[in-house]
């Protein structure tokens, strides 16, 4: 890969009151190995001095007034330059290798529409961290997974390729903040686009969301939600249908 062929990278990251994290985040994307052509940061109706966080740090800040990560996301989306669009959440931490990676793997295969990693709950008890996270995350791909007909997103740490989000920006949910924007955005790829997983691209990520019985009930909720509104467009077995006569043709054809 020289630098003259390797595509652009918008990384994208929501916020809404998460100041501390955010700047966390940024400080360890201003060390990758291979710079962003920017960072978006979308502040979604914050309070605290999260989009000051992000100014001082050099990025692009963005308000979405719009409450809830779906709206928050694709606004940052539409707004990027980059030819792969990348996602992090205010709390993840990349590794100083993380925007290479993606420019990598997309670069390595020119017909994947999406890549998506894993990471470790930086913050669980030292003992439990990587059982937790692999427990959380595998479950997380292998449902999903069944549920959509091929690999799942993960907000914390995924890229597409910004022709790929022109493709389906007007069929993703956008003004419901209890639908998971990464599923539904998965879902929206449909079965015929490539997503990748790659378990060696990581990121370090709290484990707020899932303390306390409240949290965990009100991911599920809005997991369920997600696959509702989106099997209401096409029901899980003809995902399944489209997307084993898709790989048919593509063993044929290949």
């Known amino acids: 890969m020289t630098p003259d062929l ?9 916020v809404r009151d998460d100041a501390r994290a955010l700047d966390t985040c940024l ?26 966080v ?3 740090w050099g990025a ?9 990560i779906p709206a928050a996301a694709a606004t940052g989306y539409d707004v990027a330059k980059g030819e792969v669009i990348a996602r992090l959440d205010a709390d993840s931490r ?13 670069s390595a295969d020119v017909g994947l529409d999406a890549l998506t990693g894993t990471g ?12 937790v996270s692999v427990a959380y995350l595998g479950s997380y791909y292998a449902l999903c997974h069944l549920a959509l007909g091929h690999t799942a997103l993960w ?3 995924m890229a597409m390729r910004s022709s790929t989000w022109r493709a389906v920006r007007r069929d993703v949910v956008r003004d419901d ?18 997503v990748r997983l790659d378990r060696s691209w990581r990121v370090g990520v709290s484990a707020r969301s899932l303390r306390g019985r409240r949290q965990r009930r009100r991911r599920l909720d809005r997991a369920w939600r997600t696959l509702r509104v989106n099997w209401q467009v096409l029901p899980p077995w003809e995902r399944w249908r489209r997307r084993l006569a898709h790989l048919s043709r593509t063993i044929r054809t290949g």
């Open 6 to 14: 390797a595509p652009t990278v918008s990384v994208v990251i929501p």
């Open 27 to 52: 400080s360890l994307l201003a060390r990758q190995t291979v710079a962003p052509l920017e960072v978006v940061v979308v502040d979604n109706g914050s309070t605290d001095s999260s989009a000051a």
């Open 54 to 56: 992000a100014h001082r």
């Open 60 to 68: 692009v800040v963005v308000g979405e007034p719009r409450v809830g």
């Open 94 to 106: 990349p590794g100083p290798r993380w925007v290479q990676t993606a420019v990598e793997r997309m």
């Open 120 to 131: 470790s709950f930086y913050d669980a008890p030292r003992g439990l961290r990587t059982a």
């Open 155 to 157: 907000g914390s740490c």
């Open 177 to 194: 903040s209890e639908v998971h924007d990464d599923l539904d955005l998965a879902f929206r790829l449909g079965p015929r686009r490539r």
